[in-house]
């Protein structure tokens, strides 16, 4: 099943990326955060560092998929309400709280489309769509990124999320991994699966074989 999807095409410059913030977190630094968890755990007031130091990162991820400012800081309300009901049950599985905070994120975007019987938002640019042009080892002409764009609406949410985060945001494999909850090992291999896909899908649209 394809997933139902509005393609941006507006080719944004990369002004305004994902790397906002400092994604790359050491052991001490996730262990120092698992002290302030627990400390939300026992009195959820001490929630706020957490709040204030991850509301805008997930706010832009969840506006780059809805491209909708009160749409997202209704979500995102969302996402935050729910982690703290969830905090609870939440334990320290060796992985930044940032991952789990993505994921509910995903998952509210994803509940949001459903409700809202509204296409996906997809916003692409234009870096990214060469460096995934360059991994399918494809040349880079106009035919080949349009192609490349109509194909994305063909592919499935779940392999979309991973374009989105791969490609378009440019998260590591470890950081894809982490908020998907799979191993580096299997993020990379279902990333090369989804590339193998677009490649398929962007033979079929190009005459003559050109690609």
């Known amino acids: 099943m394809s997933a139902n999807l509005q393609i941006n095409r507006t080719l944004a410059k990369n002004e305004t990326r994902m790397n906002t ?14 002290q302030e968890i627990q400390a939300a ?9 957490l709040y204030d130091r991850y509301y805008e990162p997930i706010f832009r991820f969840i506006q780059k998929r809805t491209d909708n400012l009160e749409v997202s800081a209704d979500v995102c309300s969302l ?10 049950g939440y334990s320290f599985q060796g992985v930044p709280f940032s991952a789990w905070l993505f ?10 489309y459903r409700s ?4 996906r938002v997809v916003s692409i640019e234009s870096h990214p769509l060469s460096d995934m042009i360059e991994e ?40 894809v991994a982490d ?28 005459p003559n074989s050109e690609f």
């Open 116 to 119: 809202a019987k509204k296409n």
């Open 179 to 206: 908020i998907l909850g799979i191993t580096e090992s299997n993020a990379k291999v279902r990333t090369y699966r989804v590339l193998e896909r677009l490649k398929k899908l962007i033979i079929k649209r190009i």
């Open 103 to 112: 994921r509910i994120a995903s998952n509210e975007v994803a509940q949001y």
């Open 136 to 175: 399918i080892n494809g040349g880079d002409t106009e035919i080949i990124r349009n192609a490349l764009i109509e194909s994305l609406e063909e592919l499935r949410p779940k392999d979309l999320t991973i374009i989105e985060m791969r490609f378009f945001e440019q998260r590591p494999f470890k950081e």
């Open 21 to 34: 913030y400092r994604r790359t977190v050491s052991e001490m630094e996730m262990n120092v955060e698992w």
């Open 79 to 88: 996402v935050f309400l729910k982690a703290m009901q969830k905090l609870d």
């Open 41 to 49: 755990q026992r009195d959820p007031s001490q929630f706020k560092p």
